[in-house]
Nanobody, 114 residues
Framework: QVQLVESGGGLVQAGGSLRLSCAAS????????MGWYRQAPGKPRELVAV???????NYADSVKGRFTISRNSAKNTVYLQMNSLKPEDTAVYYC????????WGQGTQVTVSS
């Protein structure tokens, strides 16, 4: 079992920045990749960014150049630095971990006002 706890969401004006954190605990040795997804009202959940255990990263086209995913292995924590935020980035952001199973955090709301 893997437990994921997110933090760092909130309300920010367009052009601002936020940093999300996701702390993993439990069977962390089994994790192959961790990432961030988001879901806006009335829309499906979509991948935002992912980082593998080897350090490779991948981003949605809509966030490339603005968002950065990183990790602190010593703290078992993954971060999502979000810069130049836009109103269309407004969503609930979910942390994800992939092992033989898929795990999700509880979600954190990010609201970007215009």
């Amino acid at each position: 079992q893997v437990q994921l706890v997110e933090s760092g969401g909130g309300l920010v004006q367009a052009g601002g920045s936020l940093r999300l954190s996701c702390a993993a605990s439990g069977s962390i040795f089994s994790i192959n990749a961790m990432g961030w997804y988001r879901q806006a009202p009335g829309k499906p959940r979509e991948l935002v960014a992912v980082i593998t255990s080897g350090g490779s990263t991948n981003y949605a086209d809509s966030v490339k150049g603005r968002f950065t995913i990183s990790r602190n292995s010593a703290k078992n924590t993954v971060y999502l630095q979000m810069n130049s935020l836009k109103p269309e980035d407004t969503a609930v952001y979910y942390c994800n971990a992939e092992s033989p199973y898929t795990y999700w955090g509880q979600g954190t709301q990010v609201t970007v006002s215009s």
